[in-house]
């Protein structure tokens, strides 16, 4: 079966990189996605990988190594607002767009 | 566009109940998914459909769930008799077909079934 692997919680302070790890065994999927989900919220899109290497929005970067089945999404100069739930995701081609998540991290970010 | 959109936002109800959760999602998307969520299980993918054409429901979890997407523009999931155990908060999302595109949630349904 696909599954996604993350650290279920992890901690940092304001000002600070972080950077949240997602393994998968799984194949035939397009991209690596991550996404935001604020306490009591809907989860929200940050950012996608189709191929291998880095992708950077703004504070957030994305990696992907499909050699490695390994990706990581990271956060830097860390505000408290990023206090939240990140969850990767992957959609699977050879399975009719299939998306499925991980379980999710949450992050504190304390002062 | 107003996004997804999912009524009611909050349901409680009894035991053995039936439960209608709806969803509208935007307009012009391909593909409808319905999760659930729960600290135990996560992000559980329970049923998807491309098309108004459900393409896999394997993870419905027992028959007493059901859903259906008569047009393009609406999706029911029911449950039927509910459980205490069937309490969560149950996502909706839609997106476009293709290769990276984004799944845009509603803000979900929380459930307490007592």
């Known amino acids: 079966g696909q599954s996604l692997e993350q650290p279920s919680e992890v901690t940092a302070v304001e000002g600070a990189i972080v950077q949240i790890n997602c393994t998968y065994q799984?194949?035939?999927?397009?991209?690596l996605s991550w996404y935001q989900q604020h306490d009591g919220g809907a989860p929200t899109f940050l950012s996608y990988n189709a191929l291998d290497g880095l992708e950077e929005t703004g504070r957030f970067s994305s990696f992907l190594s499909r050699s490695d089945s390994y990706g990581y999404l990271l956060l830097q100069e860390l505000q408290m607002k990023d206090s939240a739930s990140y969850f990767c995701?992957?959609?699977?081609?050879?399975?009719?767009?299939?998306?499925?998540f991980g379980q999710g991290t949450e992050l504190s970010v304390k002062p | 566009d107003a996004g997804v959109i999912q009524s009611p936002r909050h349901e409680v109800t009894e035991m053995g109940q039936e439960v209608t959760l709806r969803c509208k999602p935007i307009?012009?998307?391909?593909?409808l998914f319905w999760y659930r969520q729960t600290m135990m299980r996560g992000l559980e993918l329970l049923i998807y459909?491309?098309?108004?054409?459900?393409?896999?429901d394997s993870g419905m979890p027992e028959d007493r769930f059901s859903a259906k997407m008569p047009n393009a523009s609406f999706s029911t999931l029911k449950i039927q008799p509910s459980e205490p155990r069937d309490s969560a908060v149950y996502f909706c999302a839609s997106s476009l077909a293709g290769r990276g595109t984004e799944a845009f949630f509603g803000q979900g349904t929380r459930l307490t079934v007592v």
């Open positions: 995701a992957v959609r699977l081609y050879n399975q009719g767009g299939k998306l499925i």
């Open positions: 799984t194949s035939g999927f397009y991209g």
């Open positions: 307009s012009g998307h391909d593909y």
């Open positions: 459909f491309n098309n108004n054409v459900p393409i896999d």
